[in-house]
Nanobody, 127 residues
Framework: QVLLVESGGGSVQAGGSLRLSCTVS????????MGWFRQAPGKEREKIAT??????????NHVDFVEGRFTVAKDNAKNTLYLQINALKPEDTAVYYC??????????????????WGQGTQVTVSS
């Protein structure tokens, strides 16, 4: 059974930073495409970024990831995926989810590409 558990969310003021973690069991982050997504109230789930089994990034990632405000990394030894968010904005308020696919490469993969999901961690940013 594959389990993903996110942690590190919370309430922060605009301009602050957070690092979210996603600890995986029953699978290996080194062998799977992994991703971070978020869902704000009343909005669809949105992709932040995906990372291939080899640590390279998938395609069609969020503009804030491309521009460097979001950083995604993984620690194979700890079997953990990370999302660093800097310069937080109120519009970043959402539930953040990590996900794992059964494939090694992410390609353009959107949410439908992923098989396993964590329960989510809430991030609330106040102005």
């Amino acid at each position: 059974q594959v389990l993903l558990v996110e942690s590190g969310g919370g309430s922060v003021q605009a301009g602050g930073s957070l690092r979210l973690s996603c600890t995986v069991s029953g699978s290996t982050v080194e062998r799977a495409c992994m991703g971070w997504f978020r869902q704000a109230p009343g909005k669809e789930r949105e992709k932040i970024a995906t990372i291939n089994g080899d640590g390279s990034y998938g395609r069609k990632n969020h503009v804030d990831f491309v521009e460097g405000r979001f950083t995604v990394a993984k620690d194979n030894a700890k079997n953990t995926l990370y999302l660093q968010i800097n310069a937080l904005k109120p519009e970043d308020t959402a539930v953040y989810y990590c996900a794992s696919s059964i494939g090694y490469w992410c390609g353009d993969g959107d949410a439908s590409y992923f098989t396993y999901w964590g329960q989510g961690t809430q991030v609330t940013v106040s102005s």
